[in-house]
């Protein structure tokens, strides 16, 4: 079932979207997951991702991106510049001395159209020509669709011009909202891992997981890798990185101990971003929850960081009238 709980007279919706496992609510603002609610093992419901009490909180840019949908490029762009068919293209510096998820009004802090259609909640926005820097006019859907234990996210989009088109959804976890969600188990389908430098950004060089701070291809609490002697984890801070998949399914699950409560993550994505929480600040979310660095891990499949400048043949360029579609799967369940 999907239902408008408020319209604002800024044309901001939120919805509910519920069925006998889930709850989730979203707003028109970002394509905003605002919370998801599921059961543990004793059938308490509880939320499970980071979020605002109000779309007024979201409006205040606090650049935290708590469950947004982001573009038209996720992570950084290095020096806020690019080149595209012989002509180069500025974009604003909104992290250091780089670009980061959009610029400094990215798809996050735009209301979208929406609307209910069966089963799918539909966001659409149009994007003019240099918006935040980008060519060309590109129109972008993003679907909603909840069934069973699994919420669906789709993307569409097209543009009328050669541009850049890399989006993610920054959504945080914390499965138990009481605890560090560092403390959480981490399991990714990954070899490689991106290395980045002293400003976060990806350096466009990869290294085998295998002997690093970095190696989840077996389950280990997130804090575990938290060894700082190692340069990666000092220049984030924690974790903040990109790896790279492997045709293993799911490609990404995170479990909490306590709850038993488990996300597992598919997607189209080549790879996706892990983000420990290293910056958050103390600040009330949702409920009531205090939130604080580390208390949420936030997961975002997405295309090879900076691409457009790490790669010979970018996954970010989105050609003249070629359609992009790329998908994220979030299923929820209980593992005890």
Aim: proline share 4%; net charge negative; glycine share 8%.
């Amino acid at each position: 079932m999907i239902r408008l709980l408020e319209k604002r007279p800024d044309g901001v919706c939120t919805y509910e979207m519920e069925n006998d496992q889930l709850k989730v609510i979203v707003s028109s603002y970002g394509v905003t997951l605002m919370e998801i609610d599921m059961k543990d093992v004793d059938g308490a419901q509880e939320n499970v991702i980071l979020g605002y009490p109000t779309v007024d909180d979201y409006q205040k840019k606090s650049g935290t991106y708590f469950g947004a949908i982001v573009g038209r490029t996720a992570n950084r762009i290095a020096k806020g510049k690019f080149t595209l068919n012989g002509k180069n293209y500025d974009l604003a510096l909104t992290n250091g001395p780089n670009s980061l998820h959009g610029g400094h009004e990215g798809f996050s802090y735009k209301n979208f159209e929406s609307r209910i259609e069966g089963n799918d909640l539909i966001f659409t926005y149009h994007s003019e020509d240099m918006e935040e820097g980008y060519p060309g006019s590109l129109d972008l859907t993003c679907t909603l669709r909840l069934e069973n234990n699994e919420l669906n996210i789709l993307y569409d989009a097209i543009s009328d011009q050669d541009t850049l088109c890399a989006l993610t959804h920054h959504t945080y976890f914390n499965l138990n909202q009481t605890d560090n969600a560092a403390k959480h188990l981490l399991q990714i389908a990954s070899q490689r891992h991106g290395l980045i430098d002293d400003h976060v950004l990806a350096t466009g060089q990869f290294q085998e997981v295998a002997g690093t701070p970095l190696d989840f291809r077996t389950a280990h609490s997130i804090e575990d890798a938290f060894d700082f002697s190692d340069e990666q984890i000092q220049y984030a801070n924690g974790i903040d990185h990109h790896f790279v998949l492997e045709k293993t399914k799911p490609a990404l699950r995170l479990s909490d101990p306590v709850s038993g409560r488990t996300v597992e993550v598919e997607t189209t994505f080549p790879g996706l971003q892990v983000y420990s929480g290293n910056y958050l600040e103390a600040e009330t979310g949702r409920n009531g929850v205090v939130y604080g660095p580390n208390y949420g891990i936030a997961i975002e499949p997405q295309f090879v960081p900076d691409s457009i400048h790490n790669q010979e043949h970018p996954d970010a360029i989105l050609r003249a009238g070629k359609p992009f579609h790329q998908e994220i799967l979030y299923r929820f369940v209980n593992e005890n």
